[in-house]
């Protein structure tokens, strides 16, 4: 069963190429043969993710995470900046702000201001010193952005790249298969971006390490959307 979650509403509108329109039923059945997509299929078209817009994200093994994600009664975090903190620190053991100042390119001061008011909102746990992440406070299911071109694998794949740094996979779909078409295979496994000419995988996607700071807020984004549709969040 697939479950479509519209975007929420962004001012302007996009650029959308007709001939890449005759790809949404493709980039549908290639979401439906996805690992996991048999047992929960959410759909979102036009994603503004954290760098990028990808055409289609599909999210697929929501189950427990969901579950546990609004059983927490905390509304979505609003900024990238508040995911990259939260997502720093373990729900298992305590880290210090010390610790994670430098990886995420903060000084120690801000990520302890930061962290003290994410621990008053409930996002994390203040221990002592330090802090831990409430358990639930992860990323939901497993999340796939699927690009649409006609036959710009270079520019497509350029933007999966991009999309990568904030889903568990990226891929792009063409409508045309280049001329190249082993060449450009290479390309794609060598980078680990899937590829697929209209329904059918050239390159399967494969699971990524995006940066858990984007991953974290992409999840987010998606689970505001979702608390925004009735029926689904009854």
Not at 12 to 39: C, H, M, T, V
């Amino acid at each position: 069963m697939i479950i479509e979650i519209p975007v929420s509403s962004r001012p302007g509108s996009r650029f959308e190429p007709i001939e890449e329109r005759l790809l949404d039923p493709d980039l549908i059945q290639l979401a439906e043969s996805l690992p996991g997509a048999k047992n929960s299929l959410f759909i979102s078209r036009e994603v503004t993710g954290p760098q990028g817009i990808a055409d289609l994200v599909a999210t697929v093994k929501t189950g427990d995470s969901l579950k546990a994600r609004r059983n927490l009664q905390l509304p979505p975090l609003a900024s990238l900046s508040d995911a990259a903190v939260v997502a720093a620190f373990s729900s298992r053991r305590v880290f210090f702000p010390e610790s994670v100042a430098s990886r995420l390119g903060m000084s120690i001061e801000q990520v302890k201001r930061r962290a003290s008011n994410l621990a008053t909102g409930g996002y994390l746990l203040k221990k002592g010193h330090g802090f831990c992440r409430m358990e639930g406070m992860t990323s939901i299911g497993r999340s796939y952005a699927l690009e649409a071109k006609v036959n710009n694998w270079k520019g497509g794949l350029s933007q999966a790249l991009r999309y990568g740094k904030w889903c568990d996979s990226a891929s792009v779909v063409l409508l045309r298969p280049p001329r190249n078409i082993e060449e450009v295979q290479q390309h794609f496994k060598h980078f680990q971006v899937g590829l697929a000419i209209r329904s059918h995988w050239i390159v399967r996607p494969r699971l990524g390490k995006p940066d858990p700071g984007m991953r974290l807020f992409a999840s987010e984004l998606w689970f505001d959307n979702y608390l925004q549709n009735p029926s689904l969040s009854a």
